[in-house]
């Protein structure tokens, strides 16, 4: 999980040349073709996840996640990248090309009821947290969720976004200076039943 972070905070640190590579490179692999907008979302097809006009805003885009039963909204401008992390685990990257602007998912099987201080000691460096809060996030608003802020020596201050659903924590991890538009995506998301 750490040195999962560290690529993806060290991805999104790098300039606009690096960036363009990074997309151009995925497009390639995937295939997959694009509306030629830059930016544009990339998810390969066999990977079972679908994209679609978001809800109620032209300037969005759905991403659903089969494996996951997880849906929600996010700007056009992103790329989106799926990184499998063994058998039962994978790293979710929303990205816009060349900026500063992005969210990472992390999701992992979990078997506790709630996130425990093993757990973000863990998963956080050195486990510093500031604020803990419990909110409810969600579409429908409830998902109850812990909200902090963390540090990363390499990035800086960072926003986390940790919850529990169907024996998977998911952890949402964003520059810090993107609070307020996480928390916009994150009120669209919604679990789904297959």
């Known amino acids: 999980m750490e040195e999962t972070k560290k690529k993806f905070w060290f991805g999104l640190v790098l300039g606009a040349v690096v960036s363009a590579v990074v997309v151009g490179s995925v497009m390639y ?9 830059p930016g544009a979302p990339l998810v390969g097809r066999e990977e079972g996840v679908s994209l679609g006009e978001g809800g ?14 997880f849906t929600l909204e996010f700007p056009k401008e992103l790329a989106v990248g799926r990184f499998p992390e063994g058998t039962a685990s994978e790293t979710i990257v929303f990205q816009q090309a060349g900026e500063k602007v992005g969210f990472q998912i992390f999701v992992t099987p979990y078997a506790e009821d709630k996130i425990t201080e093993e757990r973000l000691a863990k998963d956080v460096k050195g486990g510093q947290i500031e604020e803990p809060t419990e909110v409810l996030i ?9 909200v902090f802020w963390s540090e990363d020596p390499l990035v800086g201050r960072l926003r986390e976004v940790w919850f529990i659903n169907d024996g998977f ?11 307020k538009w996480l928390a916009t995506i994150l009120a669209t998301w919604q679990f789904t039943k297959n």
């Open 29 to 37: 692999m995937l295939e997959r073709p694009t509306s030629g907008a």
């Open 169 to 179: 924590i998911y952890e949402v991890t964003a520059y810090a200076e993107l609070d």
């Open 138 to 146: 969600g579409k429908e608003g409830n998902i109850r969720a812990l």
């Open 56 to 69: 109620k805003e032209s300037n969005t885009l759905r991403f659903t996640h089969p494996r996951y039963n």
